[in-house]
């Protein structure tokens, strides 16, 4: 199994900057790739950036060019760098990982509100 804690996330003004942390632990060898994900209020989850083992990374186009997804294996910690933050930014954050075995864990969440 894979434990996940994400940390980073508060109120922030319209234009500034956050860097969500994701901390594993347990079966860190299984992790296939990492996505992080968010939930608007009242809305479905959706993914907002993923990378895989070898560092390949994906964004959707709401997030191109503005969000920043890493990783530091010393630390067993992913980052989202989130620049240029919007109003409609606002949702709860959530990583995700996907083990080698088909297995996928989430953490708790972390709440992030962009003031306009």
């Known amino acids: 199994q894979v434990q996940l804690v994400e940390s980073g996330g508060g109120l922030v003004q319209a234009g500034g900057s956050l860097r969500l942390s994701c901390a594993a632990s347990?079966?860190?060898?299984?992790?296939?790739?990492m996505g992080w994900y968010r939930q608007p209020p009242g809305k479905q989850r959706e993914l907002v950036a993923h990378?895989?083992?070898?560092?390949?990374?994906t964004y959707p186009d709401s997030v191109k060019g503005r969000f920043t997804i890493s990783r530091d294996n010393a630390k067993n910690t992913w980052y989202l760098q989130m620049n240029s933050l919007k109003p409609e930014d606002t949702a709860v954050y959530y990583c995700?990982?996907?083990?080698?075995?088909?297995?996928?864990?989430w953490g708790q969440g972390t709440q992030v509100t962009v003031s306009s």
């Open positions: 347990g079966s860190i060898f299984s992790i296939n790739a």
């Open positions: 995700k990982s996907f083990s080698i075995y088909g297995n996928a864990y």
């Open positions: 990378i895989t083992r070898g560092g390949s990374t």
